[in-house]
């Protein structure tokens, strides 16, 4: 769609406003003085920066192909979420730059919405508790040429990697992502004040799913606890499914983090499916009638939450208005990759028009102004 307009009521304001694009790009906002009966919502699309998988697809299968990518990529997008990063977790150190190419030539050749790539592994504490469901036997020490030759099989469209900065000389390798262009978060890690402040220091942006890679038990003054909340990167991101954080702990934690807080569903092939058995990338995991995905041994693998819904969920649990929610769920976390995505002209005319009495439902989503749902 070269050019198109929309009434809506902003999701900031709740006032009628009225949106012009050309070429998927937003070039007015007027906000109306009259107010049309029965108007819908409109809000930036969301971003989701950990997605495994989606609606049966494994984003780390051996057997994946464009087809298969392309069906996940246009469900995600049924469920508000206009761009995203896949996630690839840990594996044998020498299958990454093969896995990118093909991801990479997937993302080349498919849908707006995948921008790019998020390496969850293999540089994280294989300790027990901080690994999760990652495979410790494929953890390593920080590696700098690694993550050079691996970016460069992606043709740069590695975005994000999650590391441990415990796990070798994590300011060096913190610098030289950066300077390949590669965001660093921290996560499923063990790292004590000391490590985590030269880390953020040095530039790590993000703590991956807090709360989660942890050991269940704790010093009552652990550092690595305490040091995110108190001294940690600028932002935190945390799965609001109710089942990776206790509801009454999420509620403390997202007043503690404020506009540090961004959300995330870290969903796998069993978001957006039937309850069954799915993979994530070696392991197999299981979708319960619950909701609940979980590897073999019980512990949670990733969501099978859903992009649209987690924000109504996350104000659930919290007991927050939806719509500062939903900031931390498109505008914060884009702005972590370096984008400006917003209800403002100059931004993409990628947002999602909906309903919220008498329940959420989603109406339509708009990609770089063409309307993929709805």
Same mark, same amino acid.
């Given at each position: 769609?070269?050019?198109?307009?929309?009434?809506?009521?902003?999701?900031?304001?709740?006032?009628?406003?009225?949106?012009?694009?050309?070429?998927?790009?937003?070039?007015?906002?007027?906000?109306?003085?009259?107010?049309?009966?029965?108007?819908?919502?409109?809000?930036?699309?969301?971003?989701?920066?950990?997605?495994?998988?989606?609606?049966?697809?494994?984003?780390?299968?051996?057997?994946?192909?464009?087809?298969?990518?392309?069906?996940?990529?246009?469900?995600?997008?049924?469920?508000?979420?206009?761009?995203?990063?896949?996630?690839?977790?840990?594996?044998?150190?020498?299958?990454?730059?093969?896995?990118?190419?093909?991801?990479?030539?997937?993302?080349?050749?498919?849908?707006?919405?995948?921008?790019?790539?998020?390496?969850?592994?293999?540089?994280?504490?294989?300790?027990?508790?901080?690994?999760?469901?990652?495979?410790?036997?494929?953890?390593?020490?920080?590696?700098?040429?690694?993550?050079?030759?691996?970016?460069?099989?992606?043709?740069?469209?590695?975005?994000?990697?999650?590391?441990?900065?415990?796990?070798?000389?994590?300011?060096?390798?913190?610098?030289?992502?950066?300077?390949?262009?590669?965001?660093?978060?921290?996560?499923?890690?063990?790292?004590?004040?000391?490590?985590?402040?030269?880390?953020?220091?040095?530039?790590?942006?993000?703590?991956?799913?807090?709360?989660?890679?942890?050991?269940?038990?704790?010093?009552?003054?652990?550092?690595?606890?305490?040091?995110?909340?108190?001294?940690?990167?600028?932002?935190?991101?945390? @799965?609001? &499914?109710?089942?990776?954080?206790?509801?009454?702990? %999420?509620? *403390?934690?997202?007043?503690?983090?404020?506009? +540090? $807080?961004?959300?995330?569903?870290?969903?796998?092939?069993?978001?957006?499916?039937?309850?069954?058995?799915?993979?994530?990338?070696?392991?197999?995991?299981?979708?319960?009638?619950?909701?609940?995905?979980?590897?073999?041994?019980?512990?949670?693998?990733?969501?099978?939450?859903?992009?649209?819904?987690?924000?109504?969920?996350?104000?659930?649990?919290?007991?927050?208005?939806?719509?500062?929610?939903?900031?931390?769920?498109?505008?914060?976390?884009?702005?972590?990759?370096?984008? @400006?995505? &917003?209800?403002?002209?100059?931004?993409?005319?990628? %947002?999602? *028009?909906?309903?919220?009495?008498?329940?959420? +439902? $989603?109406?339509?989503?708009?990609?770089?102004?063409?309307?993929?749902?709805?």
């Amino acid at each position: 769609m070269e050019k198109g307009f929309l009434i809506a009521r902003h999701y900031r304001t709740g006032k009628p406003v009225r949106l012009t694009w050309e070429k998927g790009v937003l070039d007015s906002l007027e906000e109306l003085r009259e107010t049309p009966s029965s108007l819908p919502w409109v809000a930036p699309g969301l971003v989701d920066v950990q997605l495994n998988g989606f609606a049966g697809i494994d984003f780390n299968s051996e057997d994946l192909t464009q087809e298969a990518w392309d069906y996940a990529q246009q469900r995600i997008q049924e469920t508000g979420c206009v761009y995203f990063l896949a996630t690839v977790v840990t594996a044998p150190k020498e299958t990454y730059a093969r896995r990118l190419r093909l991801l990479e030539s997937f993302r080349q050749k498919g849908l707006d919405g995948c921008i790019g790539f998020h390496l969850e592994g293999p540089f994280l504490n294989p300790g027990g508790g901080y690994r999760g469901v990652h495979n410790p036997a494929y953890m390593s020490l920080l590696d700098e040429h690694w993550l050079e030759d691996v970016t460069r099989a992606s043709s740069g469209a590695v975005r994000l990697i999650t590391v441990a900065p415990e796990c070798g000389n994590g300011v060096s390798f913190i610098v030289r992502a950066r300077r390949l262009g590669v965001r660093v978060a921290l996560g499923h890690s063990a790292s004590d004040s000391k490590v985590l402040m030269a880390a953020v220091q040095a530039g790590a942006l993000l703590w991956t799913h807090f709360g989660n890679g942890l050991p269940h038990l704790l010093p009552k003054w652990d550092p690595t606890f305490w040091g995110v909340l108190a001294c940690g990167p600028p932002f935190v991101s945390l @799965i609001p &499914d109710g089942f990776h954080i206790p509801p009454e702990a %999420f509620k *403390v934690l997202v007043r503690l983090l404020g506009v +540090r $807080l961004i959300l995330t569903t870290d969903a796998t092939a069993a978001a957006e499916a039937k309850p069954g058995t799915y993979r994530l990338g070696e392991l197999k995991i299981e979708r319960g009638a619950d909701g609940i995905a979980r590897s073999p041994d019980g512990k949670l693998a990733g969501s099978s939450l859903c992009p649209f819904f987690a924000v109504f969920r996350a104000a659930d649990l919290s007991g927050l208005p939806w719509p500062w929610l939903w900031d931390a769920y498109s505008i914060r976390p884009a702005s972590l990759l370096g984008m @400006i995505h &917003d209800l403002r002209v100059g931004c993409r005319a990628s %947002f999602c *028009v909906f309903e919220v009495e008498p329940v959420p +439902r $989603l109406a339509a989503v708009f990609v770089n102004g063409e309307r993929k749902v709805g």
